[in-house]
């Protein structure tokens, strides 16, 4: 079973459309593998209020084990979208509230150690802090760094990517392919052996064991109607490939994107 880790959030879309759905990466890439008949569990923190109740409920409709969901007191995260059209987005406000207060007791390490195949984790949500109990159970971790590889510095990395199986990064459209290349050159530095560049428009490459693969998009700016949960959406499909045997790179990023276009269709991430 596929387990998530750390972040979660209210995705509020500003009018005309003005509504809200429940996400965050790690929400998300559970809750698109729960919807596809693989079940899988998020851990992590929700506030005491409305917004947190509807997460956990929103969960729960999947058919999710929602036992690992802590609530704290305080406010559950929220972030306002807006949608500008040519298939992209802006974020115009994001608060995190209570979601970066996760903590592993007994019981829940027990059950990682029982049932998790593979632990997803973001950047944010406070998983993070968590890596060297993670490392106890020897379980491959994959993680979205999302934009935030040039924001930090080497120290923090080394903090981090040694301890991941499988890196996601967004590298969006505007990146030619020997800047995607460089990224991907410099985040191997640190150890990572498998580092996955989304590329929105423009697809998707992967650097697999020192070969580099692409996949094309699979829709055209014109057909999406909503492109907010498309990375995290490749994300479930890819992890949805990689855990079935005879699969290989190319039909992992086939899968992610098939997962990606699908999750475009309509809004909210699934």
């Avoid at 109740?53 to 995260?77: C, H, P, V, Y």
């Avoid at 392919?177 to 423009?202: C, N, P, Y």
Wanted: charged fraction near 20%; hydrophobic fraction near 40%.
């Amino acid at each position: 079973m596929i387990i998530g880790i750390g972040d979660n959030c209210i995705d509020h879309y500003l009018p005309p459309i003005d509504k809200s759905f429940a996400g965050g990466n790690v929400v998300n890439v559970v809750a698109n593998l729960q919807k596809h008949g693989q079940p899988a569990v998020y851990i992590g923190t929700v506030g005491t209020d409305d917004r947190g109740t509807a997460l956990i409920s929103d969960l729960q409709k999947l058919g999710m084990n929602t036992k690992f969901i802590a609530r704290k007191e305080g406010t559950t995260g929220i972030t306002e979208i807006e949608l500008v059209g040519d298939g992209e987005y802006v974020i115009r406000s994001e608060e995190y509230g209570v979601s970066s207060h996760v903590s592993l007791d007994g019981e829940t390490l027990e059950y990682l150690r029982e049932h998790a195949t593979l632990i997803h984790l973001s950047l944010t949500g406070g998983a993070i802090e968590l890596l060297d109990q993670l490392a106890t159970l020897s379980k491959p971790l994959s993680c979205d760094i999302s934009t935030f590889y040039a924001k930090h510095d080497r120290a923090y990395w080394e903090r981090i990517l040694p301890h991941l199986a499988y890196v996601f990064v967004s590298g969006g459209s505007a990146a030619s392919d020997d800047e995607v290349r460089r990224l991907a050159a410099d985040i191997a530095t640190f150890g990572a052996k498998h580092v996955i560049v989304t590329r929105g428009a423009r697809g998707v490459t992967a650097f697999w064991d020192e070969k580099e693969v692409s996949q094309a998009s699979l829709l055209s700016a014109s057909e999406v109607v909503d492109p907010l949960g498309a990375g995290d959406a490749f994300i479930s499909g890819f992890l949805d490939s990689l855990k079935r045997s005879g699969r290989t790179i190319e039909d992992h990023l086939l899968s992610g994107s098939i997962w990606a276009a699908e999750a475009c269709s309509r809004f909210g991430a699934w």
